[in-house]
């Protein structure tokens, strides 16, 4: 799954032209590796997406086509 939809279907970017605007614009790495938005997730890569100021920084659990709101957060885990 691209990591545009990926970031819209967890629910840590509210839409997929908000996250493809991000990863061309190198405020998204993958694995410590800045990654545009057909970079294509795998469960264990750590995510970190730069909002401005503040940076959120998650692994890969699982990859869903689609999922409900109340289960978006069992994709990821949040890293420190």
């Known amino acids: 799954m691209r990591i545009d939809k990926f970031l819209k279907v967890s629910r840590l970017v509210k ?8 990863a061309d614009q190198g405020r998204i790495k ?24 503040k940076e959120v920084k998650a692994k890969v659990c699982d ?11 069992e994709l990821y885990e949040l890293v420190d």
Not at 31 to 51: F, H, L, R
């Open 15 to 22: 839409r997929r032209p908000v996250a493809k605007e991000m």
């Open 30 to 53: 993958v694995n410590d590796k800045v990654v545009k938005s057909s970079y294509d997730v795998k469960i264990g890569d750590v995510i970190e997406v730069g909002y401005g100021a």
């Open 63 to 73: 990859i869903k086509e689609t999922t409900k709101k109340a289960e978006a957060s």
